[in-house]
């Protein structure tokens, strides 16, 4: 179609005629916002103990050292922007149905303007009541201290799924991914489960998409799209991608 002025001008379809397209991100969606991802090299991983920092045991073995690592990761979050990866995401709700599903406990996909996150791992900016999960706080600044407790008088603990414990929210992105008519994974090693499963719902045959400087190993998927890109960079790519797919 022709623009007013002889350019060629797009038109973005409305929205029930719209793809679903379902991204899958983790830590290093967030990498150029400077926040560090787990298993490259210097990734938090390396300098801390998982279990110590982040499981259940972790938590009753030492409660003092557990806040202070999600307090360290809060602060960092707060002096964090959203990069030009989330960012080219959330533009892409003019075209598309996106639903993302993350594995980041930040909130830069939100902050970036995308309106359907998923936080499979939790959120680092709430809190939790250990008596009553349904007990949810924001937490006001980068501080969750001993002695914050919830209104049923019980220590609140970061709302961060840690490793033994379910990820709930495992049965919504499921369904989200058997929707799809796109899947983008972007910016994780596909080593967690049951993250790293959720490709196996994906409808046979559609487009699936990695975005990723490094090689991820996922098998059982030959004829992956591999962008071999930061995510800043790599959706810039996604995007003409998409383009072509559409013509
Ligand atoms: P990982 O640290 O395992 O993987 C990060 C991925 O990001 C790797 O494949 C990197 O190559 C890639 N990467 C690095 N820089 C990048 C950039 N600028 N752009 C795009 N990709 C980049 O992180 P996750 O797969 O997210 O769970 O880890 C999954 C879960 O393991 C986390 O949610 C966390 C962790 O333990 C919990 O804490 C429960």
Not at 28 to 46: C, K, Q
Not at 116 to 143: A, F, N, Q
Request: hydrophobic share 40%; glycine share 10%; aromatic share 8%.
């Amino acid at each position: 179609m022709q623009g007013k002025h002889g350019r060629t001008s797009r038109v973005c379809p409305e929205p029930e005629n719209m793809k679903k397209l379902v991204v899958l991100s983790g830590a290093g969606m967030s990498a150029e916002s400077g926040l560090r991802t787990f298993r490259d090299m210097g990734g938090l991983w390396e300098e801390y103990d998982v279990y110590e920092v982040a499981s259940p045991a972790g938590w009753a073995k030492d409660r003092a050292l557990v806040l202070k690592f999600y307090n360290e990761r809060r602060k960092q979050l707060l002096e964090s922007s959203p990069n030009r990866g989330h960012l080219g995401l959330a533009e892409l709700e003019k075209d598309f149905e996106v639903r993302i599903i993350t594995q980041n406990i930040d909130d830069l996909h939100e902050r970036a303007g995308s309106t359907s996150v998923l936080h499979l791992h939790g959120e680092l900016r709430k809190s939790r009541s250990m008596v009553d999960p349904d007990l949810i706080y924001d937490i006001e600044g980068w501080e969750l201290n001993e002695g914050e407790l919830c209104e049923k008088g019980s220590q609140l603990r970061p709302h961060v799924v840690w490793f033994g414990e379910p990820v709930t929210a495992f049965e919504e992105a499921a369904g989200i991914v058997s929707r799809a008519d796109i899947l983008v994974i972007i910016g994780t090693s596909m080593n967690v489960y049951p993250a790293a499963g959720l490709i196996d719902y994906a409808p046979a045959g559609i487009p699936i998409y990695v975005i990723d400087p490094n090689e991820v190993f996922i098998p059982g998927y030959p004829r992956l799209h591999v962008i071999r890109k930061k995510a800043g960079e790599g959706i810039a790519d996604l995007i003409n991608e998409l383009q072509k797919l559409e013509q």
